[in-house]
């Protein structure tokens, strides 16, 4: 799994895809918080980051899925898939090590925004009033979401040779789960509401933005990703 995760990992940052991702990420987060009339922190008056942890999955829905695309489209395409099955090293270590270099690229993208944090703290009044209990929750949720969304967009790849198809699927698939069914609460009242909201991706991922790291939440989304790479495990299997 080293192995497949150092060649992955390397792969990426061998590209201009890496810096790209990382860039982008930082420029939409970075104008929401401080430039854009409607979210920016120095028009709120505020100390909080919640513009920035509710902008950040729908910038990582697209984001993660370009990340994403190529991990097994592009073996598919040029036929390396079966040399790669061929060498002493398991189907699961294969998925596993793919998956943790693209979540480790995307965590990277996300680790200098602690720069905001920093930031929003210092212009506090006075200094240091800022819910920090809230903003770790909201990044412990943030890291877990682009676990998902990884896992959702590995899990596209591994459906099809074509990485613009793969990119599609994955961000369909990524909004579905985060936003789609949590909009289809939205017809719904009382308990019906809630039980289908409960199935969606933002409703946890918000609850952990409240600073209250239930671990109901921290399982639903572990147990999510974990069905996508599983699905994702049966599905090369078939192809095999």
């Known amino acids: 799994m080293l192995a497949i995760f150092k060649k992955e990992l390397n792969g990426y940052l061998n590209s201009l895809i890496a810096y790209l991702v990382i860039v982008l990420f930082l ?18 008056g505020f100390a909080e980051m919640g513009s920035f942890f509710e902008l950040s999955p729908f910038i990582l829905l697209m984001l993660v899925p370009a990340i994403t695309m190529r991990t097994f489209s592009e073996e598919f395409k040029t036929g390396t ?41 210092s212009l506090g009044n006075p200094v240091g009033n ?27 790849s591994s459906l099809t040779a074509n990485q613009v198809v793969s990119f599609i699927i994955s961000a369909f698939l990524c909004y579905l789960f985060f936003d789609g069914i949590h909009q289809l609460s939205n017809i719904f ?11 969606s991706i933002q409703f946890h991922y918000s609850s ?5 790291l239930d671990t109901r939440n921290i399982l639903y989304l572990l147990s999510f990703g974990f069905i996508m790479l599983l699905l994702t495990h049966l599905n090369l299997s078939r192809k095999r």
């Open 130 to 156: 800022i819910d920090t209990g809230s903003v770790i929750g909201s990044y412990f949720g943030l890291l877990l979401l682009a676990g998902v969304f990884t896992s959702i967009g590995i899990f596209s």
């Open 208 to 212: 952990l933005g409240r600073g209250v």
């Open 27 to 44: 420029i939409f987060t970075g104008l929401v918080l401080w430039v854009f009339p409607d979210s920016n922190i120095l028009d709120y």
């Open 189 to 199: 009242r009382g308990l019906t509401q809630y039980f289908i909201d409960y199935i």
């Open 81 to 121: 898939f079966e040399f790669l099955i061929s060498k002493p090293v398991s189907q699961i270590e294969i998925i596993a090590g793919k998956f943790l270099a693209a979540w480790l690229l995307i965590s990277f993208a996300i680790l200098p925004t602690l720069v905001y944090y920093f930031s929003i703290s």
